[in-house]
């Protein structure tokens, strides 16, 4: 059994930066992969990046390629997502997950998640 919870959520203007963390507890943090995911009002949960076990290795969607960065501090049993550029379609409740596997290259689905956390929102608006 593993509990996840987020926070670092809120609210920011176009263009600016956020920093998601997500703290873990029940198992060794090491020894699970981890993601994040979004989802917006009305669409379904999606795919953002995941970070392998050591954090040697992580994958993005292409829409965040590039301004968003996930990295794990594994003494803390903690991982995070910094998020720059923020634009308003990046607005959604962010979650975090353990999922069962990581393959650099591949979205994780839905179906593949482990556990979930309940969620932080990121609302981006002037």
């Known amino acids: 059994q593993v509990q996840l919870v987020e926070s670092g959520g809120g609210l920011v203007q176009p263009g600016g930066s956020l920093r998601l963390s997500c703290a873990a507890s029940?198992?060794?943090?090491?020894?699970?992969?981890m993601a994040w995911f979004h989802q917006a009002p009305g669409k379904d949960r999606e795919f953002v990046g995941a970070?392998?076990?050591?954090?040697?290795?992580?994958y993005y969607t292409n829409s965040v390629k590039g301004r968003f960065t996930i990295s794990r501090d594994n003494a803390k049993n903690t991982v995070y997502l910094q998020m720059n550029s923020l634009k308003p379609e990046d607005t959604a409740v962010y979650y975090c997950?353990?999922?069962?596997?990581?393959?650099?290259?591949?979205?994780?689905?839905?179906?593949?998640?482990?556990?979930w956390g309940q969620g932080t929102q990121v609302t981006v608006s002037s």
């Open positions: 029940g198992r060794t943090f090491s020894s699970y992969p």
């Open positions: 970070i392998s076990r050591s954090g040697a290795i992580s």
């Open positions: 997950a353990v999922v069962r596997r990581f393959i650099f290259g591949t979205m994780i689905p839905v179906g593949e998640v482990d556990y």
